[in-house]
Structure formats: C-alpha cells, structure tokens
C-alpha cells in the first residue's frame, strides 16, 4: 500500500462532489513532503492526481489516481470510498478539511488495515 493511495487511502467519493467538495479542490503536499496531488472534479466523482513523487520505490508514479465517491456528513467531514484503478483497490476513506489542511483516514481489508495522512494546501 503506498502512502498517497493511503492518504487518500488518499482520495474516490459518491455523492455531488461539486457540493461542498470545493474544500478538498486544489493542490495539496503530503507532510512528508514526498508527494503533490491535485485534487478536482471528474466527472460525477473527485479524483486525486499525483503531480508528483519524491520516492517512487513504492509504485507510485506521476499521473497515477484515486477516483473518489464521498458525502458530507453532519460534522462537515467527508466520507466514502476511493478507487486505485491502478491496483484496482477499493478503500473506505474519511477527509476532514480545516483552512488550508485535509486529514486523511483510509482502510483497506474491511478496516484491518489503515492509515492517517496529513496534507497542506501547496503555495
């Protein structure tokens, strides 16, 4: 599992993303410092677009994304599923987004496995 599927475990979501979603638009830098992903629109769903990795070791390439189905919930977070078309992955996903920061939660495994991934909005 690499850490930008991970954060995003990175970012696919179902509901009108363009409502509300516009939060999570932008250019965001994982704080590792090792990725930049553009997070926008496609079509029905909101996709997460590496722009570019640091350390390719673990497969991740540029171009490579996560199409995600989220819906606001009462707190203003979002959740929902992504989708690794690459790995043809599923996992559940939670983003919350402040001024400037998203917080990631992604499982894969029904749960077993998951990951928290912070990033910050690029300048």
Same mark, same amino acid.
């Given at each position: 599992?690499?850490?930008?599927?991970?954060? !995003?475990?990175?970012? #696919?979501?179902?509901?009108?993303? #363009? #409502?509300?979603?516009?939060? !999570?638009?932008?250019?965001?830098?994982?704080?590792?410092?090792?990725?930049?992903?553009?997070?926008?629109?496609?079509?029905?769903?909101?996709?997460?677009?590496?722009?570019?990795?640091?350390?390719?070791? *673990?497969?991740?390439?540029?171009?490579?994304?996560?199409?995600?189905?989220?819906?606001?919930?009462?707190?203003?977070?979002?959740?929902?599923?992504?989708?690794?078309? *690459?790995?043809?992955?599923?996992?559940?996903?939670?983003? *919350?987004?402040?001024?400037?920061?998203?917080?990631?939660?992604?499982?894969? !495994?029904?749960?077993?496995?998951?990951?928290?991934?912070?990033?910050?909005? #690029?300048?």
């Amino acid at each position: 599992m690499t850490s930008t599927r991970t954060v !995003l475990i990175i970012v #696919a979501m179902t509901a009108a993303p #363009a #409502a509300g979603a516009a939060e !999570l638009n932008g250019t965001w830098l994982r704080d590792d410092g090792n990725a930049r992903v553009r997070i926008a629109p496609c079509g029905d769903n909101v996709c997460a677009t590496n722009l570019w990795i640091g350390d390719t070791s *673990k497969g991740e390439a540029v171009g490579d994304r996560l199409i995600m189905t989220l819906a606001r919930q009462a707190d203003g977070s979002f959740s929902g599923t992504a989708y690794d078309p *690459k790995r043809d992955w599923s996992y559940s996903m939670t983003i *919350k987004a402040t001024a400037r920061v998203l917080s990631t939660h992604g499982c894969v !495994l029904g749960g077993l496995l998951c990951r928290n991934v912070n990033w910050k909005a #690029a300048e």
